[in-house]
Structures are given as structure tokens and as C-alpha cells.
């Protein structure tokens, strides 16, 4: 732990240990790192990276839930603004660069003026190297929001895709069933023809039965007249007495 006026900073083992004790919330250190380096929630103070006490409880949140994650991280940025804002201006006020401390020194021994400026120029180049890490530091975390980005429209891609093939899997089902209709559609319309084919057979050797009657009726009916014409008047009568 840090103490800076009024501002408290931890290291994160410390925040693991006081999310498990105030808000019996347990995570490991590596998880821990990750999601803070999510949210932005390092302060950087003498080239060490702390979480400030004010954000700890917003390590609690669920940021797996997209809209969760972007409130959060709107709230860890304003508070870490402050926090950083008033690091800055306490250093100002109160710090004294090591290079300018070193510059204040006033020596006649050569030996010590030669050492002064070989550490100010050491100074120097811890400085720049600092800066060089500093800036490398900000392109990992632009590359792992990137990366993360990548990752949640790459699982919303995938929602979409599992979606996509329900959807489809559905209609191959209901064309399933539409083909399995249609083919007792089929079937039944073919089951009917082939009855109305024997129905209409029946139906037709039944008018031949029918017409084949009245033709030999017909005949009969002719050979009974003509007999009956032909015969004498007396054999007639005769047959009528």
C-alpha cells in the first residue's frame, strides 16, 4: 500500500486480498491483472503500477456483459483522471525531480562533478528508457483493447452464426415436412385416380351389361312383331279365340 496525501494506491495482490474480505469476492492475481488492464484502472505512480482505492469496488462488476464493461470503464476513466490529476499536481508541488537535485549540488572536487554529471546523464537515460517503456507499455494496452474487441465481435459473430444455422436446421426440418406431405399428397392422389380408374372400368362394363340387354330386348321385341305381322288373319284369330 501507498499512501499519497489522500490518495491510497495498492498493489494488486493487496486489492485480491481486500475484494475477498469487503466484498467476498474471490479472483486470482492473473485474472485480476487482466480485468484492470480492461477497465484502464492502473495509476502509474514512480514507475510502479498501483489500483487506486476508489475503483476497487468497480473490479466487482461483470464485464462480460458488453454494456456492463462499457459503464464501468466509463466510470474507473473519470475517477483514474482525478486520481491521476491530483498525482500530478502533488508531485509538482511537493516532489523534486532527481535530476534537478542533483543539478542543485555545487562542488569544487572535479572527481565529484565528473560522477554529477555521469549520473545525470545516467539519469537521463533511465528517463528516456522509461518513456520508450512507457510508450510500449500504451501500444500493448491498445493492442489487447483491439485484441479483446476482436474477440467480443468475434463471439458475437459466432451468436450470430449458432443463430444462422437454427434457423436454418429449422427450415430443412419444415421442408422435411413439407416434402413428407406432398409425397402423401401424392400418394393419396394417386390411390384416388386408381380407384376412380376402377370405378369408371366398373361403370363402363356395366353400360356395355346394359347397353348388350336392351339390344337383345330390342331384338326380341323386333322378331315378336314381325311374327306377329306375318302370320294369317285366321291363324290369328284363332290364336286370339
Do not use: H, W
Amino acid at each position: 500500500m501507498k499512501k499519497i496525501n489522500e490518495i491510497t494506491l495498492y498493489k494488486v495482490g493487496e486489492v485480491v486480498e481486500i475484494l475477498k474480505e469487503k466484498f467476498d469476492y474471490t479472483i486470482s492475481t492473473q485474472v485480476l491483472c487482466r480485468k484492470a488492464s480492461a477497465l484502464n484502472a492502473y495509476v502509474k505512480y514512480n514507475d510502479i503500477n498501483y489500483l487506486p482505492e476508489d475503483i476497487i469496488c468497480d473490479l466487482v462488476a461483470n464485464i462480460k456483459k458488453r454494456q456492463i464493461k462499457l459503464n464501468t470503464q466509463i466510470i474507473v476513466e473519470e475517477k483514474i483522471e482525478k486520481i491521476k490529476k491530483f498525482l500530478e499536481e502533488y508531485n509538482k508541488k511537493y516532489t523534486l525531480p532527481p535530476i534537478k537535485a542533483i543539478n542543485t549540488l555545487k562542488s569544487r572536487n572535479p572527481n565529484t562533478n565528473t560522477i554529477i554529471k555521469a549520473v545525470i546523464q545516467l539519469k537521463q537515460e533511465i528517463k528516456k528508457t522509461q518513456e520508450d517503456l512507457q510508450e510500449k507499455d500504451d501500444k500493448i494496452d491498445k493492442l489487447q483493447k483491439t485484441i479483446q474487441k476482436t474477440q467480443e465481435d468475434l463471439q458475437e459473430k459466432d451468436g450470430e452464426i449458432t443463430r444462422l444455422k437454427i434457423a436454418i436446421n429449422k427450415t430443412k426440418e419444415d421442408l422435411q415436412e413439407k416434402d413428407e406431405e406432398i409425397t402423401r399428397l401424392k400418394i393419396a392422389i394417386k390411390k384416388t385416380k386408381e380407384e376412380m380408374r376402377e370405378e369408371i372400368q366398373d361403370k363402363n362394363q356395366e353400360i356395355t351389361r346394359i347397353k348388350i340387354a336392351i339390344n337383345k330386348t330390342r331384338e326380341n321385341m323386333q322378331k315378336d312383331m314381325l311374327t306377329t305381322l306375318l302370320e294369317p288373319r285366321g291363324a290369328a284369330y284363332k290364336k286370339n279365340t
